[in-house]
């Protein structure tokens, strides 16, 4: 069983930043892509920013430029360092990570708790 620990979260004026850490534990080969989520109220999941194993980065649009996304692979844990937040930020924000438990296993999806994220002023 692996487990997603997000931290991090809190409130933040406009124009403010953050840092999200996600750390992974448990019984498990390797992490494959990892990324992070958000979830406004009353709204979709949907994908902010990803990094997979060798560093290729993804970000969602609206948060180019501001948020970075990364990684340290030896601490299985990924961050999410988000500046210059605006109130239109505020969701829970969700740690993704795709997981081999084996070798030779195929990468399944594990997700954490969430944390939120409240921007205003």
């Known amino acids: 069983q692996v487990q997603l620990v997000e931290s991090g979260g809190g409130v933040v004026r406009p124009g403010g930043s953050l840092r999200l850490s996600c750390a992974a534990s448990?019984?498990?080969?390797?992490?494959?892509?990892m990324g992070w989520y958000r979830q406004p109220p009353g709204e979709p999941r949907d994908m902010v920013a990803e990094i997979t194993t060798d560093g290729k980065l993804n970000y969602a649009d609206s948060v180019k430029g501001r948020f970075t996304v990364s990684r340290d692979n030896a601490k299985n844990t990924a961050y999410l360092q988000m500046s210059s937040l605006k109130p239109e930020d505020t969701a829970v924000y969700y740690c993704y990570a795709e997981v081999r438990k084996w070798i030779l296993s195929s990468p399944q999806p594990s997700w954490g708790q969430g944390t939120q994220v409240t921007v205003f002023s």
């Open positions: 448990g019984l498990f080969f390797s992490l494959d892509t």
